[in-house]
């Protein structure tokens, strides 16, 4: 082969690349439509496409634009956000069994709740979410302001998965102790914890949108500098990249992108362990591509999974942590067993 | 002189291994840097290499102080290879190669011809073009060696840092790299600087050899001029007899021990 054969190689990986690019789109579309019409209550597609498109306040209408729609969104950013985080995650620890809770944002944000309904009382969801989130933020600069402390210009991945690991054990025993006093706050940790989209209204989805966003795009810039990182930090560093910087932007944007995604939805950070081994098969190591793969593959699962569980156990609904577990565990299982776990 | 520490106190936290040393490379030598476990050869690459910030003195590039240079600057001048290098599970030569492209690229310009003419010719020049598909935990120790050469060729620098090349590579596969080297070498005329612990190796293929001792240069020059009966004893506390390699001509080391 000579220095032009190389060329036509790249360009069928690019073109595979894209078509599996629209393989996922195509499914989490699917998962979409899935969402929108399946439940307690189902939609004919034509009759759901009615109440997106010209609405006469039927009840099918109300059902699909008060309750169906904003879970289906929610579902779609926040799958997005956490596949995209753990991606992210995994990448700069070059742990494949890292996950977006290993900065803190899980514990951070489920204190924040709990310490806002016994200290200020608040009792609706939408305060609930800013304080998680505002805990989840916070969490996660404290572990990154401690991972700083332990190591040698800048925190490694070391420093900071050891100081997540103890900021988290440390919110949880303050979570756990309020709930156990407070009864209120037990309720609304319960369900929290559980992990669901149900029943949060779009403007729960409008709150947190910008802070996924800013994750997302601050990922997508993140990408090269993960592939240089990958080969190490000494070889990262001999090629140019600015490490530190480089660290930085990455935890910026897992912080954001679970933060908000946690806070709306509760604990469902099993997606950011999961969604990037399937991604990745699918990828293979280049990050440009993973991470929207990781984001696609994160919003598919996630509404197939919420799907999953409002039929699984008529009348009632299974919250869609729980439906993840369930499912990711034994798959997850089947993951590690049948290769030799990745080495990043 | 293409790259110079100039007083470099070298060290990690408080243990300081480099203490006011002085050494400059010259434009298109091969130099190679030898010297006992522990002496500071590896943390001095490194520093030359800006992986490791001196804690006191400096290092230039061209004449310019290199941490005040932007690091992708540096990048487009001077290619680092660490010592035993490790690669995610399932990478290709073909996409190792490609990462050297790294410093030239942006996040949206991201692949170019240039890009694919240097990689091509990286991966030709290494004989590795018709391996370039496969993983690489799947080639030999000496071919994985030479894939993460082309990396830093593909980088496009003429001047290269290379920590211990040869580690965990039988002899046979030291050579074939070391040909690699010399090679590079003559074909462009590329400045390059080593780590190596075979002596009579860095002999045969080398300009100029650097011994460090206890984190000081103790001499430099052409082979012949360093690798003497009583330097070796200084550097290494080894007996030996230097005798001329039947081959080269190139000072080869024979130990004497006590055993036979």
New interface residues.
């Given amino acids: 082969?000579?220095?032009?054969?190389?060329?036509p190689?790249?360009r069928g990986i690019q073109h595979r690349r894209f078509t599996v690019l629209m393989i996922l789109l195509a499914a989490v579309l699917a998962g979409v439509v899935l969402s929108v019409t399946i439940g307690a209550k189902p939609v004919p597609l034509a009759d759901a496409w009615h109440a997106l498109t010209a609405p006469t306040g039927s009840e099918n209408d109300i059902v699909i634009r008060s309750l169906r729609l904003p879970r289906t969104a929610l579902g779609v950013v926040a799958g997005l956000a956490l596949g995209v985080a753990g991606a992210l995650m995994q990448g700069h620890t070059?742990n494949p069994l890292a996950d977006p809770g290993l900065l803190g944002v899980t514990q951070g944000a489920a204190f924040a709740m709990v310490a806002s309904i016994i200290l200020l009382g608040a009792s609706s969801l939408l305060g609930h979410i800013w304080f998680g989130l505002a805990g989840a933020l916070l969490a996660s600069a404290g572990v990154f302001a401690l991972g700083m402390v332990g190591g040698?210009?800048g925190p490694t991945p070391v420093t900071l998965a050891l100081a997540g690991t103890a900021v988290s054990a440390f919110l949880y025993a303050l979570t756990s102790a309020i709930v156990l006093l407070d009864e209120q706050a037990m309720d609304v940790f319960r369900f929290w914890q559980a992990g669901s989209i149900a029943a949060r209204g779009s403007e729960v989805v409008w709150q947190v949108l910008p802070f996924i966003v800013a994750g997302l795009v601050l990922a997508?810039?993140n990408?090269?500098g993960l592939?240089?990182l990958?080969?190490?930090e000494?070889?990262a560093?001999?090629?140019?990249?600015?490490i530190p910087l480089t660290r930085a932007v990455g935890v910026t944007a897992v912080t954001l992108l679970s933060g908000a995604s946690v806070a709306a939805c509760g604990a469902l950070a099993f997606v950011g362990l999961i969604v990037p081994h399937l991604a990745r098969s699918l990828s293979?190591?280049?990050h440009?591509w993973l991470l929207p793969y990781s984001g696609l593959v994160g919003a598919a699962l996630l509404l197939l999974a919420d799907v999953i569980g409002r039929v699984v156990a008529p009348p009632g609904e299974l919250e869609v942590g729980v439906v993840l577990a369930l499912l990711g565990a034994p798959f997850f299982v089947v993951l590690v067993r049948r290769r030799k776990p990745?080495?990043? | 002189m293409r790259l110079q520490a100039v007083d470099v106190k070298l060290g990690y936290g408080d243990r300081t291994i480099v203490d006011g040393l002085d050494l400059g490379i010259e434009a298109g030598t091969v130099t190679t840097i030898i010297g006992p476990n522990g002496c500071g050869k590896s943390t001095l690459l490194r520093a030359l290499g800006r992986l490791l910030k001196p804690q006191g003195g400096e290092v230039l590039l061209d004449g310019k102080r290199i941490d005040r240079t932007p690091t992708r600057e540096v990048a487009k001048v001077l290619g680092v290879l660490p010592q035993a290098p490790t690669a995610p599970e399932g990478l290709t030569v073909a996409d190792l190669v490609a990462r050297g492209r790294h410093p030239h690229q942006t996040w949206y310009r991201q692949w170019s011809s240039d890009d694919e003419a240097a990689v091509g010719a990286a991966l030709s020049m290494t004989g590795l073009a018709d391996l370039a598909e496969r993983p690489l935990d799947e080639l030999s120790g000496g071919q994985r060696q030479r894939a993460w050469i082309s990396m830093a060729l593909a980088q496009g620098t003429d001047l290269l840092l290379l920590d211990e090349p040869t580690t965990f590579l039988d002899l046979a596969h030291q050579v074939e790299v070391l040909e690699l080297v010399r090679h590079l070498h003559g074909a462009a005329g590329r400045t390059i600087v080593m780590v190596l612990h075979d002596l009579n190796l860095a002999a045969r293929y080398t300009d100029r050899l650097v011994a460090m001792r206890d984190g000081r240069v103790v001499a430099a020059g052409e082979p012949h001029e360093v690798l003497t009966e009583e330097l070796l004893r200084a550097v290494f506390e080894l007996d030996a007899k230097v005798i001329a390699d039947p081959v080269a001509g190139t000072p080869l080391v024979v130990p004497i021990g006590t055993h036979r």
């Fill in positions: 082969m000579t220095a032009t054969a190389v060329a190689r790249l070059r040698r210009g997508m810039v990408a090269p592939n240089a990958s080969l190490g000494d070889v560093r001999g090629l140019g990249q600015n293979g190591t280049d440009r990745v080495r990043l």
